[in-house]
């Protein structure tokens, strides 16, 4: 232990001639640093892509737009269907419901929370439609889940009386399968 150099407590003086690093400074083939502190204002440092955004002082910088900011119309398809199916949920849950109520069949408690399922399954096509008109990444994914679900729905309801239902759904979540996952629908998910 005794081999060791003692460390100098001073930084070694710095040669004549250059000069301190500052904020503005650049390296060569990079762009200048400027501080927050010498501009007045905060940029923000967003996703590759992602534009920034001055700031005034003391106030939280907000992120530019990170996907294209124009919805294609394969998109707005896919949500006017989706916004569709999530109508005629909310209509047969509602009819499900009220029918279970006013009849009291002997299974009421099935009955009931049968409509209220349909019910809960319009309220969230609802929701996954707006997702889709706001070309929302989070609806995507529950979107295609959803339409993955109603294909063997469908095709159980191509039988007897709800042979139309069973078409409907079908071509609806055929449909809507194409037109979100299409390419120019797929761009803006991926932005």
Known sequence: MANRRPR???????????????????KPGRPARTSAASTGSTATRGRPGAEAVETPAGTRPTPGPVRPSRIPPTLYAAAAVAALEALAGLGVGGWLTVEAVVQHPVGLAIAASAGVFVLAIGVGLGFLAWGLFNGRRWSRGPTVATQLIMLPIGWEFLSGATTAAGVVMLVAAVLTLGLVLAPPSTAVFRG
């Not at 001073?10 to 000069?19: I, L, Q, V």
């Open 8 to 26: 100098p407590a001073t930084r070694p003086a710095r040669r004549s001639g250059s000069a301190p690093k500052s904020a503005g400074t650049a």
